[in-house]
């Protein structure tokens, strides 16, 4: 693999935030002066959009390693909790907040998708940055995206019917099927190809390649999107207004609140730090490509906008852990005894 690849990666990785405020000026500032596109145009790039769409998911489902799921069962607690965050206490948040706050039924379809589909593709790096357990953050991340396609469509209906919200239950199995289940199983298989012909070592030298394709796929897409809506957006600009309050407002709550929990429920803080991150994280990319496939691009808004909050967030919470382990007091040692039995059976 050429040498660029890893840094480039690793470059995009660390300044995503900003390339994603570049992604979002770009597109909407060509939205804004390029004339309207015909009807053959706008057919291109619903085309590209679709290729996108699966190069931003594809090599996230070649990463997924589901061999690590029967290990949940040595030590359920903390992936149990991680389960109630968000697919409990996640729903039940942002339903209020877009009660509240959200009046537009397209950014509020919007918003409770992103909501719904945890596993932000940082978590795992943000655990390690905060010393958290690697081996709980790897297999309470298989878990919730293993249960996604299943949960998704329930919750998003129950969810619309209580804020009288149209969704395609139809368009939205359809592009669950396409978006997650179809990349799921040829990303196994590309997985099982790469060990079974290269070796372990050949796949994680690829991982910064992975890594790459779905962050420079998921930056084209929220331009593209963007672009496609981005006269739309400027003449109703005060919609996104209350978007990022519920935003603000969910992250602010969420962080505090399953820290609280976690230490409340006797969680280490390696293991509450495996699954912090994964619980406030969503995975923007797949809600975008869902969004994109089932809906509109007006939908695909609250996914392509959260990231500028979630990392900021995130990347707080991470300098706050030094205060956090002192939270969590003499269960933060790694030789805690709740921590012993995962460690032990990943070791």
């Given amino acids: 693999m050429p040498r660029w690849i890893p840094r480039a990666s690793r470059h995009l990785q660390k300044y995503l935030l900003g390339y994603s ?70 729903p039940i948040l942002s339903l209020g ?15 409770l998708l992103v909501m719904l589909i945890p596993g932000s593709s940082m978590s795992v790096a943000y655990t390690g940055l905060a ?3 690697l081996e709980v953050a790897t297999v309470a991340l298989a878990a919730n ?6 949960l998704l469509p329930l919750l998003l209906h129950i969810l619309s019917r209580a ?9 939205l199995l359809t592009s669950i099927a396409l978006v997650l289940i179809l990349p799921m199983v040829v990303g196994a298989v590309t997985r099982w190809g790469i060990i079974r012909t290269r070796g372990q070592r050949a796949l994680t030298q690829a991982k910064p390649l992975f890594g ?30 209350p978007l990022l309050a519920a935003t603000l407002i969910y992250l602010a709550i969420i962080l505090p609140l399953i820290t609280w929990l976690d230490r409340r429920v006797g969680i280490s803080y390696g293991d509450h730090m495996g699954i912090a991150f994964l619980s406030t994280g969503k995975n923007n990319g797949t809600a975008i490509a869902i969004a994109v496939l089932a809906f509109s691009p007006l939908v695909a808004i609250p996914a392509a906008t959260l990231p500028l909050f979630q990392i900021v967030f995130l990347v707080g919470y991470v300098n ?17 005894p709740d921590s012993r039995p995962m460690k032990r059976t990943l070791g």
């Fill in 21 to 90: 405020l570049l992604a979002i000026a770009v597109g909407w500032s060509l939205g804004l002066v390029a004339p309207t596109p015909s009807q053959a145009v706008s057919g291109g790039l619903a085309h590209a959009t679709t290729v996108l769409v699966f190069l931003m998911i594809y090599p996230m489902m070649i990463n997924l390693d589901l061999s690590v799921l029967p290990r949940a069962f040595r030590e359920p607690r903390p992936v149990l909790m991680s389960l109630l965050y968000n697919f409990v206490l996640t």
């Fill in 131 to 133: 010393d958290g357990s």
């Fill in 212 to 241: 790459l394709a779905t962050m420079g796929s998921m930056l084209v897409t929220v331009a593209l999107i963007f672009f496609m809506k981005g006269r739309l957006l400027l003449s109703h600009w005060t919609l996104l207004i």
């Fill in 97 to 111: 907040l877009v009660w509240l706050l959200i009046h537009d039924s397209q950014l509020a379809l919007g918003f």
């Fill in 145 to 150: 995206f293993l249960l996604v396609p299943f």
């Fill in 320 to 336: 706050l852990a030094p205060r956090v382990r002192a939270y969590f007091g003499r269960r933060a040692s790694g030789s805690a």
């Fill in 163 to 171: 804020y009288s919200v149209t969704v395609p239950l139809g368009q």
